[in-house]
């Protein structure tokens, strides 16, 4: 797992994942987009909670720290 400090360079992003589940997602740079493909939707009025982390993106983001 990428540390809080490496996830708090990164913008995070709540949303269903491919199975409808909420989970957290982590955005890409520009922000338009999460790390797994998973089409970001403009929820920012509705506050969602959940403990959970997208697997695709937790992976990405740690290859991606890793190759840095
Ligand atoms: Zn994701």
Redesign the pocket.
């Known amino acids: 797992m990428p540390t809080r400090r490496e996830l708090e360079m990164h913008e995070m992003w709540c949303g269903a994942?491919t199975s409808g589940e909420l989970?957290w997602?982590?955005l890409t740079s520009d922000k338009s987009s999460?790390?797994?493909g998973?089409e970001k939707q403009d929820e920012s009025t509705r506050r969602h909670v959940t403990d959970r982390h997208?697997f695709?993106?937790m992976k990405t983001f740690q290859d991606v720290v890793e190759a840095s």
């Open positions: 994942d989970v997602h982590v999460t790390l797994c998973v997208c695709s993106c």
